[in-house]
């Protein structure tokens, strides 16, 4: 992808943050998911880090090889033509601010929009958050990189303070304010509070932060209506979509192993279905 048109796209991406309706990102593990999502009509798509390392082999929390991160970013790239893609690259397979530059400038190189950034330790949720200061200048290392890019990515600066169970909710809600604000004044585009479900304390973030915020769409979270009616810019399904698409397979495996057969499910594709689908991926 030419340098202008990435830059161009990157900028949209940012603006449509802000205007209504509600960003909904499913997120792709591969590139047929990605094609599946878009024939249904999302504007956009995000990477899973899950249902992507799981796709090549290797469990959640940066264990799947960088090399083969970017090159499966850059299929689904590839597949979804111009519509924009973010992708999730954890903590950025990096310990220090150079290195994960250097990771942005790779991603980046795949002709994705935006990136996912955390603050917490990749596959561990009982391990402390990065201290707030190292964070923020990571944040402020991404957005370098992608200043030198010449590509204005969408930084998702995520938190994992909802991860943590057992936390004062009055203490977590400031850590996350906190947070928040200084990774929005490092660079960052969105804050993605990950794990927060509650309508209440979402609503309360969105007022104070002034920002877009991006939720977790999975089982027992509000719906998108209910997030739109908050405030929220963004919403994304992380490994939802994965799990209930390995539900759907095991579900099959499980009635041939008993010796009963495959019950299509409705609106189950036909092959030539999903022909068509990569067909018009390549066009």
């Given amino acids: 992808m030419i340098v202008h048109e990435q830059a161009r796209r990157a900028e949209a991406f940012r603006q449509r943050h802000h205007r209504a309706p509600l960003l909904v990102l499913p997120n792709a593990w591969d590139a047929l998911s990605a094609r599946l999502f878009l024939a ?9 880090s ?8 290797y469990p959640d929390g940066e264990q799947a090889p960088w090399e083969a991160v ?19 690259i954890e903590a950025g397979y990096a310990d220090t601010p150079a290195a994960l530059m250097r990771s942005v400038a790779e991603i980046i190189g795949t002709g994705v929009v935006g ?5 917490g330790v990749p596959g561990d949720h009982a391990a402390p958050l990065r201290p707030l200061p190292a964070a923020a200048e990571r944040i402020g290392a991404a957005r370098e990189a992608a200043r030198r890019a010449g590509v204005p990515i969408v930084i998702n600066a995520r938190t994992d303070l909802y991860l943590r169970p057992g936390a004062d909710e009055a203490a977590r809600f400031a850590e996350t304010l ?15 509070p990950i794990g927060l479900t509650d309508p209440a304390t ?7 932060l002034a920002a877009p915020v991006n939720i977790i769409l999975r089982p027992g979270a509000p719906a998108v209506a209910v997030l739109a009616q908050l405030g ?7 490994t939802s979509l994965t799990l209930a698409a390995m539900a759907a397979i095991r579900a099959s495996a499980e009635a041939l192993r008993e010796g009963g057969r495959i019950a299509p499910p409705a609106g189950m ?13 390549a066009g």
């Fill in 40 to 48: 249904a009509g999302f504007e956009a798509v995000a990477t899973t």
């Fill in 50 to 57: 899950g249902g992507l390392a799981w796709s090549l082999g």
């Fill in 70 to 88: 970017v090159a499966a970013t850059a299929r689904i790239v590839r597949v979804a033509g111009a519509a924009p893609v973010t992708a999730d």
């Fill in 115 to 119: 990136i996912n950034l955390e603050d």
């Fill in 178 to 192: 906190a947070r928040g604000k200084a990774y929005l004044a490092a660079g960052a585009d969105c804050v993605y």
């Fill in 202 to 208: 979402i609503g309360h973030l969105v007022q104070a």
């Fill in 232 to 238: 929220v810019a963004r919403a994304s399904t992380a």
């Fill in 269 to 281: 594709p036909t092959h030539a279905d999903a022909q068509r689908l990569f067909a018009r991926a």
